[in-house]
């Protein structure tokens, strides 16, 4: 592979602080003859006090239109639940704020995840990139490389048209806007889901069981359950995030921004985490998706009573669920809750600044803004089953009785593992992509636990692709 080079600078807010002049002191009166005093209208207009108040800070950005403009957005969005919620929120944009400044946003969908990456590359290579899009993290680290993502962070910051509520978003969804080797912030989270445990509430109750919070409870739990039905427990819908996660809490390092991957120097734990996988399915407790894929299927029709998947499931499993069914979520199992560990993904939105004008990039902040906005991200989080991105969201009491009136509690418990997220950063190495470490951690964990690859061999197949 040719060894790709990052391009791009970052950019820093500048604020210009102009120091005003102080008073004028009065000074002593030189020592004169007194002569007669006459009688003169006063001409002057009295001098206004001079002080020291600072002045306000300058934009650094443009932050008024010149005119009319037309900006494209670009995104992967097909449920046609969120498909439709989606759509309310471009139309109240155009005939609101877009109105109001004189933007139009024309939304084009590009199909799945994977088919949007391939249009935007292709955009990109034939110089025709859109303003906005939605992507992840790993697509990102890739349109860095041709110089053509917007540094966010003067927006952000700037007085007129910056964000003044940036405490609201949870920390971790903003971080994956700067999680690149190149300095800046170059996305605003969106669409955001983390892991949750699910668990069939009725069957655990027969059992007099409790939601397990350690690995040593889950085990104990699923034991019990195994022993009256006969057959497995629990399963993870993705066998790369059960890995990446469980190293972690035992306290090994996974990967970072640069694309090193440190996991190798923690062998040891990671024997332990598939030891542990192996035996559990080994004894018939836990057990794989299989050709399900995902776990929602088979625990919406009660074949498996608990799993670990992303907080967006439950609608999945509200849709395929059998009468009688009774769920509930729950945090992750932890090691140990000082040092939690849970995964969250999710679509970011950017700016391409490709060919833009400063007006289409003025436009396409001002849009951005609003999608990430409390009144976008409430109705966005109580229709389609994507977390809150705002605290302020989470925290309203629209948001819990959407949850309580859907039986979507997913996103509410979601929330409360916020302390204990992490995400894959982006990156483009010489060699290889976050993109490309994530599917083969996968597919290590299937060559170890269906094609019987031995931990050692299948540890240091990813290494030799990944290793130093």
């Known amino acids: 592979m040719k060894k790709l080079v990052c391009l791009v600078m970052a950019l820093c807010m500048v604020f210009a602080l102009v120091a005003c002049g102080g008073k004028t002191e009065p000074q002593p009166d030189a020592e004169t003859t007194e002569a007669p005093k006459v009688d003169t209208p006063n001409t002057q207009e009295p001098q206004a006090e001079v002080t020291d108040a600072p002045q306000e800070p300058v934009s650094t950005v443009k932050t008024e239109l010149s005119g009319p403009v037309e900006i494209t957005f670009w995104h992967c969005i097909s449920n046609a639940t969120h498909l439709a919620i989606l759509d309310q929120l471009i139309a109240d944009f155009n005939s609101g704020i877009g109105a109001e400044k004189g933007i139009t946003v024309n939304a084009y969908a590009q199909g799945s995840a994977k088919d949007l990456d391939a249009a935007v590359v292709g955009a990109i290579m034939s110089n025709t990139a859109p303003n906005v899009t939605l992507s992840a993290p790993s697509f990102t680290a890739g349109y860095l490389q041709a110089e053509c993502v917007q540094d966010l962070t003067d927006y952000i910051n700037d007085p007129v048209v910056g964000l003044d509520d940036i405490d609201d978003f949870y920390e971790t969804f903003l971080a994956q806007g700067s999680s690149y080797a190149v300095e800046g912030m170059y996305s605003l989270p969106l669409h955001m889901k983390a892991e949750v445990l699910y668990y069939n509430t009725k069957v655990f109750e027969q059992y007099n069981l409790e939601a397990p919070t350690t690995w040593d409870e889950m085990i104990e739990v699923c034991r019990a359950i195994t022993a009256q039905t006969g057959s497995p427990a629990f399963g993870w819908d993705n066998p790369g995030s059960a890995f990446a996660t469980m190293i972690q809490q035992r306290g090994a390092e996974f990967v970072n921004a640069d694309g090193e991957v440190l996991l190798f120097n923690y062998k040891d734990t990671c024997n332990e985490v598939m030891k542990l996988w192996s035996d559990c399915i080994a004894e018939g407790i836990w057990r794989l998706a299989g050709e399900d894929n995902f776990f929602s299927g088979p625990f919406a029709n009660e074949i498996v009573p608990m799993y670990i998947g992303v907080s967006t499931e439950s609608s999945w499993i509200n849709q395929k669920a059998v009468d009688g069914l009774e769920w509930a979520a729950a945090p992750i199992p932890q090691y140990d809750a000082s040092n939690g560990y849970v995964f969250q993904e999710g679509h970011v939105i ?68 916020a302390e204990s997220y992490f995400i894959l950063p982006g990156f483009v190495t010489e060699n290889y992509t976050s993109a490309g470490l994530w599917s083969e951690l996968k597919n290590m964990m299937n060559n170890f636990l269906v094609n019987s690859v031995d931990a050692a061999t299948a540890l240091a197949q990813l290494e030799s692709e990944f290793g130093k």
Do not use: H
């Open 350 to 417: 950017e700016i391409l600044n490709q060919n833009a004008t400063e007006d289409q990039i003025l436009a396409s902040w001002l849009f951005i803004k609003y999608m990430t906005s409390y009144e976008a991200n409430l109705k966005t989080a109580c229709g389609s089953g994507y977390m809150p991105i705002r605290k302020s969201v989470a925290e309203s009491a629209d948001f819990y009785n959407w949850c309580v009136e859907n039986n979507n509690f997913a996103s509410l418990v979601a929330t409360e593992e």
